[in-house]
């Protein structure tokens, strides 16, 4: 099958280079998946790089990737989950790097796989899982929402944004961090936009006219004005600053979890969360959406297309 391979650790994103590899083997317990479309992440070039090398096992040549959606192929023993012909979505990612979801095919423990929602296309299904994950898990540890204030740093991005929609979901009122460019966007998706820079909790008290109740991060360095905004007893977390711990909140690593995955698809088959893709490209062209990824003025979701 064709898939597109790196052979050793490199920020150089012309390195990755589209190969003939061998066909996935379907263990017990997995799937055989045929993609038809998977997410960029920027967790994709970072591993690339090998900054995740301390943490994480490789297995070289490493096929990219940890979002996929496609139809199920063929199933390996003990997966009465799901049958040859249904269309499915997952966060693929593995204990080992190497057998991701840039190829034709990819093999996926059915313990990470849930049914794609009708109301997705494939690109937006096979962008949402990580993202969309990360977002889910976030809010929920942020805890009760109800009529609650909820700032949210990085609100217009792939995760932001996401995040903005299953915490209005919940009955929170959302002030999202962003430029100027997507406050349309923002408020397209129900919150209250706000620039993000100096100043900001400023501006954050002025429009509450007071701390807010919760803080979810995933800009990274937004730590003080975390702290200065943030009700005394209120709660945050962050996906992009690890010494959140460290200031009373909580670090964010989200893992692989088809029942959770099921409950991103329940929330979009009801209309409550939308994913925006911003281009899909082809398996040659990988390379250009790592560099859009890594540019960080994307809005919306870049999936690979096979």
């Given amino acids: 099958m064709r898939a597109v391979v790196y052979d050793r650790f490199t920020k150089d994103f012309d390195d990755l280079q589209l190969r003939e590899v061998p066909e996935p083997k379907v263990a017990p317990g997995s799937v055989l998946i045929e993609v038809k479309a998977a997410g960029v ?98 809010i929920d540890a942020l805890g009760e929402l109800h009529a609650r204030t909820v700032l949210i740093h990085g609100a217009s991005g792939g995760v932001g944004s996401l995040a903005v929609q299953i915490a209005i979901a919940r009955g929170a009122r959302v002030i999202g961090t962003a430029s100027e460019r997507n406050h349309d966007y923002l408020r397209g998706l129900g919150a209250h936009p706000i620039t993000y820079g100096e100043g900001l909790a400023d501006r954050v008290r002025a429009l509450v006219d007071g701390p807010v109740d919760a803080v979810a991060d995933f800009a990274g360095g937004m730590m003080r004005d975390t702290i200065d905004v943030l009700e005394p007893d209120g709660v945050h977390v962050s996906v992009a600053d690890s010494s959140a711990a460290a200031h009373g909140g909580r670090y964010i690593w989200v893992r692989p979890d088809g029942a959770e995955t099921a409950r991103l698809a329940s929330l979009a088959d009801e209309g409550r969360l939308h994913v925006e893709v911003a281009e899909a490209f082809p398996l040659d062209r990988v390379a250009d959406a790592f560099r859009a990824s890594a540019s960080g003025h994307t809005r919306g979701k870049l999936v690979i297309v096979p």
């Fill in 41 to 138: 992440n920027p967790v994709d070039w970072k591993v690339m790089a090998g900054y995740l090398d301390a943490i994480l096992p490789t297995q070289f040549p490493v096929i990219p990737g940890w979002d996929v959606a496609g139809v199920v192929i063929a199933t390996g023993a003990d997966t009465p989950e799901f049958q040859v012909g249904d269309e499915v979505m997952a966060y693929a990612r593995k204990d080992v790097v190497g057998a991701g979801t840039f190829a034709e095919r990819v093999a996926v423990p059915v313990q990470a796989v849930a049914r794609k929602p009708a109301s997705l296309t494939w690109e937006q299904a096979g962008g949402l899982p990580l993202a969309g994950g990360t977002a889910l898990r976030c």
